[in-house]
Each structure stands twice: as C-alpha cells, then as structure tokens.
C-alpha cells in the first residue's frame, strides 16, 4: 500500500494551476465549453395571436410581450406577416427572427407567432385548436339546415360571424392562452369551458336583472306625485 504522501495528487483547474505557479489568473469563464448555449425552456410560449380579414385589417389580436409595445408597431407587423404570407401555400413562416404559423378560412388569416426557436408543431397545435374551438363556438350560432354552402361554412369561420360573435371569440382565445403561457390545445376542452362561463355568465346577467327590476320599480314610485 502506498503512503499517503506517495498517493496522486488531485487535478488542479486552470486557474488554481495559475495561481499556485504565481501567474496570473486566466480570464473568466476560461476552460468552459464554447459553442451556442441551448436555449432555456419557457412555458411563455406565445407571442402573440391575431385574426385579419383577406385585406390584411385587424379583427382580433392579443400580444402577450413587450415586442410591440405600441399599437401603431402592432398594426405594421401584423401588415408586414400578411403581405408575406397572403398568397403562399405554407403553413409557417420566419420573419423578423420569429416563427409564424398560420391558416386561411373563407375570407380570414388566423396567425400565431412564437419566437424563433419555438417549436412548430407546438405553435400548430395551438392554431389548430384555436381554428376548431372557433369554428363550433360560431357554428352554435348558425341556422340549422341550409344549402350545401352553408354546411361548408359551417367547416370554417367567417368574417361576419366572427364580428357578431367577437366576445365567444375572446373567450375562445383566453382560455387556448394567458398571459403567453399555453392552457389548452384541445378543442372538446376549450369549447366545453367557453360554455360553462357562457352559461355561468348568463345566469348572472339574469340573475342582476331579477333583482335590480323590483328595485326600480320602487325607484320610480317613490318619484310618482300620488305616492
């Protein structure tokens, strides 16, 4: 058996090496491995989402980031995808180092944008689940029965319904994504959620009108000059 003394010493680093020999310390973060850091997952996953008609113009849009603080920076960059991405068949697009996803319906562009190095298919899932959620919540809407075209619009959002029904659009929306961070991606999820605070919502409306109705009868009999 070997002495202690005798026994291999451990292996300084580069630096204690340094100093022991009375150089001078080599600069921080030598000896760490170069190249690209991966990037830190994130659940804000989430850019933004907007809808525009087939002329580019606004219909609905969140931003969920600093990265177009303004509404003027909004409109432009929602200007710029579209032009890019109108009249192409792809699915997805990069520009200004982020990546975009999107879908055509009838008379509408649906987008979802993510940062450059977010994946695809996620960013896909998302629009796929915000497109069916809408295409049922708005179809509840709809006249039953009707032409072939009509079922066929049924399949699809339209501009028209989606401006008379812009609040279930919203709402549609919030519960896919808050705050950046992705809550759903599965249609038969959202859409039951959106009916359960559409009737909850509806009970509370009905439920204010009951009671503040008696109150301003009394309000107004007070007013009356036989009372």
């Known amino acids: 058996m070997q002495r202690p003394e005798a026994w291999p010493r451990p292996h300084l680093g580069v630096g204690a ?3 022991q020999a ?8 030598a000896g760490e491995p170069t190249g690209p850091r991966l990037q830190e997952p994130s659940l804000y996953t989430i850019k933004a989402v907007f809808i525009l008609d087939n002329d580019g113009h606004r219909l609905l849009a969140k931003y969920y980031d600093d990265t177009f603080p303004s509404m003027k920076e909004q ?3 929602e200007k710029n995808v579209f032009n890019k991405t109108n009249r192409t068949d792809s699915e997805i697009a990069f520009f200004g180092g982020m990546t975009i996803v999107y879908k055509s319906s009838i008379d509408l562009f649906l987008y979802v944008v993510g940062s450059s190095h977010e994946n695809e298919l996620m960013l896909m899932s998302v629009l796929t689940c915000l497109f069916e959620s809408l295409v049922h919540v708005l ?3 709809w006249p039953r029965g009707g032409s072939g075209a009509a079922s066929a619009f049924r399949k699809n959002v ?3 319904w989606l401006l008379e029904n812009m609040d279930g659009a919203f709402l549609v929306l919030d519960e896919i994504v808050d705050g950046g961070v992705i809550l759903e991606s599965d249609p038969q999820q959202v859409i039951q959620k959106v009916n359960f605070r559409a009737d909850d919502s509806s009970l509370t409306e009905q439920s204010v009108a009951q009671v503040s109705l008696p109150r301003l009868i009394l309000l107004l009999r007070s007013f009356l000059p036989w009372h």
């Open 75 to 77: 409109v432009a960059f």
């Open 22 to 29: 009375g150089g001078p310390e080599p600069p921080a973060g």
């Open 17 to 19: 090496a340094a100093v």
């Open 139 to 141: 179809s509840s809407s």
């Open 158 to 160: 339209e501009k028209r």
